[in-house]
C-alpha cells in the first residue's frame, strides 16, 4: 500500500498551487481521504477530508480557499489551494483511514503518504 503526495513548491501570498495523491494497492473508493499539514516546530493539523461517500469537510483555516476533489476512478485525491498566505506553509500530507466516518484526527488514518513541502513567501 502506498499513497503518493506530490505538487508541492514555492509560490507568492496570494497564489494556487495542486497536490495530488496517488494511491497503489489501496481501493480509495473505500475509504476516507483527507489531508492534513505541519508547519514547522508545530502538530500535525487537519486541513480537509472527503469521504468514501464523497461527502466534503474543511477546517476553518482553509475554508473557502481550498477545495477537496476526488478522480472519478477513485484512484488519486487533489487539493486545490488558492488565495495561499504565509501561514498556509507546512509540509502536506495525505492519508486514508477505514473508519465510516469522517475524522479531523490523525491517530485514526491507517496510511499516509511521505509528504509534500509547500512554502508561501510574503
Known amino acids: 500500500v502506498q499513497l503518493q503526495a506530490s505538487g508541492g513548491g514555492l509560490v507568492q501570498a496570494g497564489g494556487s498551487l495542486r497536490l495530488s495523491c496517488a494511491a497503489s494497492?489501496?481501493?480509495?473508493?473505500?475509504?476516507?481521504m483527507a489531508w492534513f499539514r505541519q508547519a514547522p516546530g508545530k502538530g500535525r493539523e487537519y486541513a480537509a477530508a472527503?469521504?468514501?461517500?464523497?461527502?466534503?469537510y474543511y477546517s476553518d483555516s482553509v475554508k473557502g480557499r481550498f477545495t477537496i476533489s476526488r478522480d472519478s476512478a477513485k484512484t488519486t485525491i487533489y487539493l486545490q489551494m488558492n488565495s495561499l498566505k504565509p501561514e498556509d506553509t507546512a509540509v502536506y500530507y495525505c492519508?486514508?483511514?477505514?473508519?465510516?466516518?469522517?475524522?479531523?484526527?490523525?491517530?485514526?488514518?491507517?496510511?499516509w503518504g511521505q509528504g509534500t513541502l509547500v512554502t508561501v513567501s510574503s
Open positions: 492519508a486514508a483511514s477505514g473508519l465510516r466516518y469522517v475524522s479531523s484526527r490523525s491517530d485514526d488514518y491507517d496510511y
Open positions: 494497492g489501496l481501493p480509495l473508493r473505500n475509504y476516507n
Open positions: 472527503i469521504s468514501w461517500r464523497d461527502s466534503i
